[in-house]
């Protein structure tokens, strides 16, 4: 969801005027209360995980200790003539109803038999109302442990580098997962249209991962409304080829399970929610770096024109877009690295694989995405610069020239009046050294 980088740009706003201030906030009230509205509209209503037993997906797991593994013959072929030989796993729950207590689980040879030693923590699939030794299934390691540590030294180095801005960053990140869980996810699968569930999660993303990292300043109310912008092109542009490309959502095997799972849920309108979260990030990243980089230009020389501000603010785009497009397309491809490989193995063509319908959802998801992030750099660097150059419309106050403000100096320094002629021309000769030998020494 967006980071941005933790711009401290405290000059570049100093570059807005008053009036451009009061302009930029009346814009953000407003559209944080369309937002809110939106929220209020499509807020779920109905109990959106009603529906879960027709999938058999199990609500509880509970954490369990392997306390012996042995061999022998799996359950019902005792006694035949070629038994077939399985892992017997015993565990000990430690935590849940039958805490204490113990289970022993089968695992016939395969390569999805889980390797496990005694001593090893996992978790186990506790299916209620089932008869005793059927009541818990294998569900997977205890993993728990492991991301608690790596989230906490994540916490820790953005804390150290960002400070303040690293700590508002982490809780714009959080608040960006609550939004996603607690309000898109639900009102999906209470049957609301998943482009414009993604449309005002989205927003409300950019709202809080944007101000909770870069603070309320205009320069951050500039990256917002630059990236609004963008990602209406982006739903644009994802809506349009997603209708000429005939996806239907139902190639994915997850896609699948929720449709069974669910009837309320447009398997293609996700397809679109998917496209439009996916370049939310960037967006905020684009947008922020456009904006502070604009404003910095602008209180480092307040006598450009509004065109050469353009063109400057542009050319660190260019730099930054650059990586970013590479970045997007490769978190997709890392994504689909396992599917890309299975196709490979198949000896396929290139076009044969991208015109399935799961390759071709990644690449529309790709180019839709880079596309938006390279419509962010000119729209944020625009609004930017009309933001930042709006007190110098009127002429410029002139510069003294180099010749009055030598005079002044060499006034100043009262040199003889033999070597005034000299000195006027190169008054850096005041304060030199008399030889290069008495310079370097």
């Known amino acids: 969801m967006g980071d941005g980088h933790g711009h401290d740009h405290a000059g570049g706003d100093a570059a807005v005027t008053r009036s451009a201030r009061r302009r930029l906030a009346t814009i953000a009230v407003a559209l944080a209360l369309v937002t809110i509205a939106g929220i209020v509209v499509l807020w779920p209503r ?3 995980r009603g529906q879960v037993e027709k999938l058999g997906l199990v609500k509880h797991v509970h954490e369990a200790k392997v306390v012996h593994v042995g061999r022998g013959p799996c359950f019902g072929t005792e006694g035949a003539p070629h038994p077939v030989s399985c892992t017997k796993v015993t565990f000990r729950l430690t ?25 090893d923590a996992v978790v186990l699939n506790h299916v209620e109302h089932a008869q005793p030794g059927f009541d818990y299934t294998y569900a997977d390691r205890q993993r728990r442990p492991v991301l608690m540590w790596l989230a906490i030294i994540f916490a820790v180095a953005v804390i150290a ?5 690293g700590l508002g960053a982490l809780i714009g990140l959080g608040a960006s997962i609550l939004v ?19 449309i005002v999660g989205a927003s409300a993303v950019a709202f809080l991962a944007l101000y909770l990292a870069n603070g309320v300043r205009p320069m951050t109310t500039v990256a917002l409304l630059s990236t609004l912008a963008a990602l209406a092109l982006t739903v ?5 080829f997603t209708n000429l490309a005939h996806f239907t959502g139902a190639s994915n095997e997850d896609a699948l399970l929720v449709g069974l799972g669910t009837k309320s849920v447009d ?39 509004r065109r050469e501000l353009y063109r400057s603010g542009l050319r660190i785009g260019r730099d930054h877009i650059a990586s970013t497009v590479n970045t997007l397309a490769l978190a997709y491809a890392g994504a689909s690295l396992p599917l890309l490989i299975l196709f490979t193995l198949s000896g396929q063509s290139l076009g044969s694989v991208a015109n399935g319908e799961i390759v071709a959802v990644e690449i529309v ?9 390279v419509a962010a750099v000119p729209i944020s660097t625009w609004v930017a610069t009309l933001v930042a150059d709006e007190h110098h419309d009127a002429p410029a106050p002139r510069r003294r020239s180099r010749r009055s403000r030598t005079s002044r100096t060499s006034r100043t320094a009262r040199v003889p009046r033999g070597r005034r002629a000299r000195q006027v021309a190169e008054p850096e000769d005041l304060l030199a050294p008399r030889d290069e030998a008495e310079f370097w020494r």
């Open 46 to 48: 109905g109990d959106v």
């Open 161 to 165: 580098l960002g400070r303040l801005r």
């Open 95 to 119: 935590e849940g109803p039958d805490t204490g207590e113990t289970r022993r689980i089968e695992f016939a040879d395969s390569a999805q038999r889980p390797d496990l030693h005694v001593g």
């Open 365 to 373: 998801s790709t180019l839709v995405g880079s596309i938006g992030l």
């Open 236 to 240: 644009a542009l994802a809506t349009l």
């Open 180 to 198: 996603i869980l607690q309000f898109m996810l639900p009102s999906m699968l209470d049957g609301n249209s998943p482009a414009f569930v993604a």
């Open 267 to 305: 398997l293609k309108g996700l397809v679109l929610a998917g496209m439009v979260l996916g370049a939310l990030g960037a967006l905020d990243d684009i947008t922020i770096t456009q904006a502070s980089a604009v404003g910095e230009l602008r209180a480092a020389d307040p006598t450009l024109s």
